[in-house]
């Protein structure tokens, strides 16, 4: 299960992810991660029956968990197949199905955005 | 063997034509033999869907009460052509509207006139004795147009060479986003499928040819602007009713970073005259070969990476020194077969018959690069060649001075050898000396990472290093990496004595 966790890096927070790591003992692995000298945001991936557990303990250090259960979002009145974002994606997640058509695996979506804009139809959104 | 063109129109009006698709060709000829395919096949349909930029629309608006000479025009904000007079106006693909930029060009325009959606147009005029009114505003549908021809100058690429970028930044270019480091190969074109490479001595393919054009019956007007065949780069102008086409096989689209450009849907049907033909319509993706190019040189010889043919491209990857690379098409194959099995439905159904060229189109031609009168300004004749340098093994209070006397912001670090090494700034020498700590000699303090330029390079692509590194000067350096010049800021206010501004 994926997580868009959010936090704020005031004076005094401690490493957020390491520490929940070290109290639940779960193993997470961190997709994504965009931190700065005020603030971060990361999308980690835990095991289903783990979700709660981590969840909990990463909002009890003060972080906002985000559940995320979509990917990418294709519109496919605006896509044409060409393919364009299929080389962009670090995750593999674009690929032509036998009649070359788009297929998607939302599963293994990051959200990272390169494709969005590599897009030369606007087909593909991030989910709301 | 010889079919002569009115015993293939005959049976397809009697609907016993044998109609195939470029993609099905070959299998065929390897089955039946060449004389057999002969026999067997009596049209070739081909196919391809991308984005063609020279393309556009000839529209017709019919008089305004009183009445105007339209001399310039916009539709929903984009600017259209107005030197036809007094109602007519060409609307270009590519350009973009004065308020959204790239998300929204002449390509999205005619997207929306023929998904059946209001344009607003707007046009402005001096006003004269036979015409008038100088402004006028009105919203307008497809519908409410005397004519709307779509007339494409450069359509239909024979091939189109694959691309990649060996910088180390991401590059947005309309063969879309290169990834840094040979990240991503992108390619176009139908291969296979499309109408040239089936045709490649244009036997065919000429003027007065019947097309399907974006969903509509269309015809080749003759051949295309930057037409190239003798390299592999043929070229098509191609005409065809707008109120005919459909959003199926026309969309517009933006190239993010580059710039608004327009999808085209395009087949032609190819008559089996010979044995000739046969064999040309027999081409297969691997038979088509390109060249993948290095787009992180921004000039118009860009270095060839390594060739491959359409079926490696297509195949999802492709080995450049030894590291596997994604491909990512931008035209869609998909779509190209939905436009060969469309016209091959046309051919069937006898709504469309057959016509060999009214004039031929020449199969040998080279098109030529810009003959430029002027060369644009070049590093070498704006660079300060009075360029201060320091050893690297000096002390920092030493490059101070310097950069005190030489009044400049910039100082180049060389070796014993003269050659560059890296580069400090008044910035870095004040924080040392605001900071003071361990750094006492230059090398401790420059930057190695120098971006440079060469005497030779165009003061433009000079420029562009400047702004995309945030920088405010460039070492000017000779083949052994010496420097031999500094270009600052500054020296870009030469530029503006007229010299070069003509």
Same mark, same amino acid.
């Given at each position: 299960m994926k997580l868009l966790v959010t936090f704020s890096r005031g004076k005094?927070?401690?490493p957020i992810i390491a520490q929940v790591v070290r109290d639940t003992g779960v193993l997470i692995n961190v997709e994504r991660a965009v931190i700065d000298s005020s603030e971060g945001e990361a999308l980690i991936e835990v095991p289903d029956d783990q979700c709660k557990l981590v969840r909990d303990s990463m909002t009890s250090f003060g972080a906002q968990v985000r559940i995320l259960e979509h990917g990418i979002n294709l519109k496919e009145s605006e !896509?044409?197949? =060409? #393919?364009?974002c299929i080389s962009v994606c670090p995750r593999e997640v674009f690929s032509f199905d036998p009649e070359w058509k788009l297929a998607v695996d939302?599963?293994? !979506?990051?959200? =990272? #955005?390169?494709c969005i804009e590599a897009c030369p139809h606007r087909a593909l959104t991030l989910p709301l | 063997m010889h079919k002569s063109i009115e015993q293939i129109n005959e049976r397809i009006r009697d609907g016993s034509a044998r109609v195939v698709t470029a993609e099905e060709m070959p299998s065929i000829v390897a089955e039946l033999g060449e004389n057999g395919a002969l026999k067997e096949v009596d049209v070739v349909t081909t196919g391809t869907f991308g984005a063609m930029c020279s393309s556009g629309a000839f529209l017709n608006f019919g008089h305004a009460e009183p009445p105007i000479r339209m001399e310039r025009i916009w539709l929903n904000n984009v600017e259209a052509y107005?030197?036809?007079?007094?109602?007519d106006t060409y609307i270009g693909a590519t350009q973009q509207s004065d308020t959204l930029e790239e998300e929204y060009g002449g390509a999205h325009v005619i997207e929306d006139l023929v998904a059946g959606k209001t344009v607003e147009l707007r046009a402005s005029s001096r006003g004269t004795?036979?015409?008038?009114?100088r402004t006028i505003s009105t919203d307008l549908e497809?519908?409410?147009?005397?004519q709307a021809i779509m007339c494409n100058p450069?359509?239909?690429?024979?091939r189109y060479n694959a691309a990649t970028n060996t910088t180390d930044r991401t590059l947005h270019t309309y063969m879309g986003m290169l990834l840094p480091s040979s990240g991503n190969i992108t390619y176009s074109g139908a291969g296979v499928l499309n109408p040239i490479s089936n045709d490649p001595k244009l036997r065919l393919i000429g003027s007065g040819v019947p097309i399907f054009l974006c969903g509509a019956p269309g015809m080749v007007v003759g051949e295309g602007t930057?037409?190239?065949?003798?390299?592999?780069f043929g070229t098509l102008m191609v005409t065809g009713d707008l109120k005919q086409m459909s959003q199926d096989y026309l969309r517009a689209a933006t190239m993010t970073g580059y710039g608004v450009t327009l999808y085209v849907g395009l087949g032609i049907p190819l008559p089996v005259l010979d044995l000739d033909v046969v064999r040309a319509t027999a081409v297969r993706d691997e038979d088509i070969n390109v060249d993948i190019l290095d787009?992180?040189?921004?000039?118009?010889s860009r270095p060839v990476i390594r060739n491959v043919t359409y079926a490696e491209l297509r195949s999802g990857s492709v080995e450049l020194n030894g590291e596997e690379i994604k491909t990512s098409s931008l035209s869609s194959f998909r779509k190209a077969r939905q436009v060969a099995a469309e016209l091959k439905g046309w051919v069937e159904k006898g709504t469309m018959q057959l016509s060999l060229p009214t004039r031929a189109i020449d199969p040998a031609k080279q098109a030529r690069p810009m003959h430029q009168t002027a060369k644009g300004p070049r590093v070498l004749d704006i660079m300060d060649k009075s360029v201060i340098t320091i050893g690297e093994t000096e002390e920092i209070r030493t490059a101070a001075k310097k950069l005190l006397k030489g009044e400049t912001n910039h100082l180049p670090v060389v070796n014993g050898g003269g050659v560059l090494v890296g580069i400090i700034t008044t910035f870095d020498v004040s924080k040392a000396v605001a900071n003071?700590?361990?750094?006492?000699?230059?090398k401790d303090i420059m930057k190695t990472k120098v971006i440079t330029t060469t005497p030779d390079e165009a003061v433009d692509i000079a420029v562009r290093k400047l702004e995309q590194n945030n920088i405010s000067a460039l070492p000017v350096v000779d083949a052994q990496h010496r420097v031999i010049a500094i270009l600052t800021?500054?020296?870009?206010?030469?530029?503006?004595?007229?010299r070069w501004l003509k």
């Open positions: 005094g927070r401690g !896509c044409v197949d =060409c #393919g364009a939302e599963e293994r !979506c990051i959200l =990272c #955005g390169k | 107005g030197g036809l007079a007094a109602v004795d036979c015409y008038p009114r497809l519908k409410n147009l005397n450069r359509n239909a690429y024979q930057q037409h190239s065949p003798a390299g592999g787009y992180g040189v921004p000039g118009r003071p700590g361990k750094a006492h000699f230059v800021a500054m020296n870009l206010g030469k530029l503006f004595g007229g």
